[in-house]
């Protein structure tokens, strides 16, 4: 394991993440509230928030993207790349990013451990 800097933040911006991830289907608000926070905790600190983590959370409220309970997730074909794209079912933000395979996207989804990394 790498030395973490900066390990209460650390802590703290994992336990909003795991918040704002269990309210996401009850209370999608209340995720939002949680995801803006854990953007906030990483803008006064060192850390930044983990990319898999950040293309969880939508880019404009905040709120914790889960397949068809906080979001719409849409597979797009070009040519031999694939695009993902969610839209935010809260606010109705999209966003999109490639994905390789649909078992590259899954695994971000569902394993994503390292919740965020030191600026060096
Ligand atoms: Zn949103």
């Known amino acids: 394991m790498r030395k973490v800097q900066g390990n209460d933040s650390f802590q703290r911006m994992n336990y909003l993440y795991q918040i ?3 309210m996401a289907d009850k209370n999608p608000i209340l995720s939002a509230y949680y995801g803006n926070l854990i953007i906030g905790v990483a803008k006064k600190t060192v850390l930044k928030v983990h990319p898999d983590i950040k ?9 914790f993207l889960v397949h068809n309970v906080t979001a719409n997730m849409k597979i797009k074909k070009k ?7 969610l839209q935010c079912s809260t606010c109705g933000a999209k966003r999109s990013f490639p994905a390789k395979t649909d078992k590259d996207y899954r695994v971000w989804v569902e394993k994503p451990d390292a919740v965020v990394e030191v600026i060096h």
């Open 55 to 63: 293309r969880q959370l939508c880019k404009k409220c905040r709120c």
């Open 79 to 85: 040519n031999k790349s694939k695009t993902v794209e």
């Open 20 to 22: 704002s991830k269990d």
